[in-house]
């Protein structure tokens, strides 16, 4: 029973459009999204979060939307680099509880062609 | 400042036999979690330490254990090993145990198990 899906092992965009990364979660307890990057031979980067209080968080390049009602969220990067190539991990958690356990997907795999 | 470091890098070892995982936290940080990462998957939930005591456990067997120490670095211990232990352990710490802090990762320890 996968709590956080991520549906799209993988996408493919050109330099300088929209890429939109998706996430579905089941577990009505989580209150808190991640999201991270990660290269080839390294850990996962954080890269930008959101609260179940908000719909919208934007950081740069990057904004988070979440739509709680269907439990989707989905991370946007405009414009898109090749420097952005990387695994994304879409992860959630429950602010309150004693333990930061995070519930991770199984990433999608963003390869930006210049 | 220090990120989180991780040793070894890649360790191979036969089914039965125990190892020993490190972790040096991020300076300041006081809280230390560690995820295993198995092809293809994202990292899932091992257990987190807080103040040197276990805070928190996924769904993991006994012969996973693990030791945090006064200066927050950590150890993860696994016995009895089974080739289905072969994955990526990541170790990551935080600011604080709560879900809503973002985890800083290390570059993870390869294990196979032969």
């Known amino acids: 029973d996968q709590q956080v899906k991520q549906n799209s092992p993988s996408l493919s965009v050109q330099e300088g459009r929209i890429s939109i990364l998706n996430c579905d979660y089941t577990?009505?307890?989580?209150?808190?999204f991640l999201w991270y990057k990660k290269y080839p031979a390294e850990g996962p980067t954080f890269l930008i979060s959101?609260?179940?209080?908000?719909d919208k968080n934007e950081d740069g390049r990057f904004t988070v939307f979440l739509n709680k009602s269907a439990k989707h969220l989905s991370l946007h990067i405009v414009p898109s680099q090749p420097g952005d190539s990387a695994v994304y991990f879409c992860a959630a958690s429950e602010q309150s509880a004693n333990a930061g356990k995070s519930t991770f997907g199984d990433g999608t795999t963003l390869t930006v062609k210049p | 400042e220090t990120g989180v470091t991780q040793s070894p890098t890649h360790l191979i070892k036969t089914r039965g036999q125990q190892v020993t995982l490190r972790c040096s936290s991020q300076?300041?940080?006081?809280?230390v979690s560690w995820y295993q990462q198995a092809l293809g998957q994202g990292p899932q939930f091992i257990f987190q330490y807080y103040r040197e005591e276990e805070n928190g456990r996924g769904n993991f067997p006994p012969r996973f254990s693990g030791l945090q120490f006064p200066n927050y670095s950590s150890e993860l211990n696994v016995n009895a090993l089974e080739l289905d232990d072969s994955a990526l352990y990541l170790c990551a710490s935080s600011l604080g145990m709560r879900g809503n802090s973002p985890l800083h990762f290390g570059n993870g320890t390869r294990l196979t198990v032969t």
């Open positions: 300076s300041g940080h006081n809280t």
């Open positions: 577990n009505s307890m989580f209150d808190y």
């Open positions: 959101i609260s179940s209080i908000k």
